[in-house]
């Protein structure tokens, strides 16, 4: 389980660009569900994703994973609990590596290897078993370049790739937003059976707020670095989470003003 106590994070402190994007901020995250992270842009979403996965160091405050105090873990080494997809396509994967070389790295993810040793055969069978389980026939394509997917199926591939070692915690940041609506839905459809059959603690920001209640059992909402709806997806509508936003857009721009 995660669980964030008093986290505060200020980007250039003490300049006049000083900006407090959390100051004492605490969630708990419950295991094996996924959780839905809503919010006007720049509300701190995505910065509360990196200062999980430790591309950016908190200033004060807790951040534990399964008892285990992440504040104190370097990135790379954080990198071996945590499994993110993020909204590029181009992002997530090595673009220059085919199929086989990517899905190879990522079942060394936390371990040291050289591209000598890189691919063994008893992977093989696991990494083929996994793209077949994806329905998209990429255990064909197990010889092409990454970087001649599309978008979708890169986004798929990542998402594969961020869990074929079962991580703790799963952070999906706007994973689906780049793709056209249906490519969306069969990658959000992947996605659930994914978090589903693994039971992965998941943490997914999205500014869909369809895909928020289909696909999350909670659903938060930030507003300038702070909670202001927590709620079980099944008790509210799309109308009232949409008017919900609204008002905290319009909240948040007035008092940006
Ligand atoms: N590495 C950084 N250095 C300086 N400022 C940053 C950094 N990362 C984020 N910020 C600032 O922190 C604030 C929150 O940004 P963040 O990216 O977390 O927003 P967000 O909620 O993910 O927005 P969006 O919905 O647009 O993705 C923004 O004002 C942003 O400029
Ligand atoms: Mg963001």
């Given at each position: 389980?995660?669980?964030?106590?008093?986290l505060?994070?200020?980007?250039?402190?003490?300049?006049?660009e000083?900006?407090i994007?959390?100051k004492?901020?605490?969630?708990?995250?419950e295991?094996?569900?996924?959780?839905?992270i809503?919010?006007?842009?720049?509300?701190?979403?995505?910065?509360?994703?990196?200062?999980?996965?430790g591309s950016?160091i908190?200033?004060?405050?807790?951040?534990?994973?399964?008892?285990?105090?992440l504040?104190?873990?370097?990135e790379?080494?954080?990198?071996?609990?945590?499994?993110?997809?993020?909204q590029?396509?181009?992002?997530?994967?090595?673009?220059?590596?085919?199929?086989?070389?990517?899905?190879?790295?990522?079942l060394?993810?936390?371990?040291?290897?050289?591209?000598?040793?890189?691919?063994?055969?008893?992977d093989v069978?696991?990494?083929?078993?996994?793209?077949?389980?994806?329905?998209?026939?990429?255990?064909?394509?197990?010889?092409?370049?990454?970087?001649?997917l599309?978008?979708?199926?890169?986004?798929s591939?990542?998402?594969?790739?961020?869990?074929?070692?079962?991580?703790d915690?799963?952070?999906?940041?706007?994973?689906?937003?780049?793709?056209?609506?249906?490519?969306?839905?069969?990658?959000?459809?992947?996605?659930?059976?994914?978090?589903?059959?693994?039971?992965?603690?998941?943490?997914?920001?999205?500014h869909?707020?369809?895909?928020?209640?289909?696909y999350?059992?909670?659903?938060?909402?930030?507003?300038?670095?702070?909670?202001?709806?927590?709620?079980?997806?099944e008790?509210?509508t799309?109308?009232?989470?949409?008017?919900?936003?609204?008002?905290?857009?319009?909240k948040?721009?007035?008092?940006?003003?």
């Amino acid at each position: 389980m995660l669980k964030i106590k008093n986290l505060s994070k200020t980007f250039y402190p003490s300049t006049p660009e000083e900006q407090i994007v959390f100051k004492d901020f605490s969630l708990d995250v419950e295991e094996n569900v996924c959780t839905t992270i809503l919010g006007p842009n720049g509300c701190g979403k995505s910065t509360l994703f990196n200062l999980i996965s430790g591309s950016i160091i908190g200033d004060s405050g807790s951040i534990e994973l399964n008892g285990a105090e992440l504040m104190n873990i370097v990135e790379e080494k954080r990198a071996k609990y945590i499994g993110k997809v993020n909204q590029d396509p181009s992002m997530g994967v090595s673009p220059n590596l085919n199929i086989l070389e990517n899905m190879s790295i990522a079942l060394k993810k936390g371990e040291k290897f050289t591209f000598k040793n890189l691919i063994k055969n008893t992977d093989v069978d696991l990494i083929v078993k996994k793209l077949k389980e994806l329905d998209l026939g990429l255990e064909d394509k197990l010889t092409t370049q990454v970087k001649f997917l599309s978008g979708g199926q890169r986004q798929s591939l990542s998402l594969l790739m961020a869990t074929i070692k079962r991580p703790d915690l799963l952070l999906l940041d706007e994973h689906t937003a780049a793709l056209d609506p249906k490519t969306s839905k069969i990658v959000m459809e992947k996605t659930r059976n994914l978090i589903n059959k693994e039971k992965i603690t998941t943490l997914m920001i999205t500014h869909n707020l369809r895909n928020a209640i289909e696909y999350s059992k909670r659903i938060i909402m930030l507003s300038k670095g702070e909670v202001v709806l927590d709620v079980r997806a099944e008790d509210i509508t799309e109308e009232e989470l949409n008017k919900l936003y609204n008002e905290n857009i319009l909240k948040d721009l007035r008092m940006a003003s």
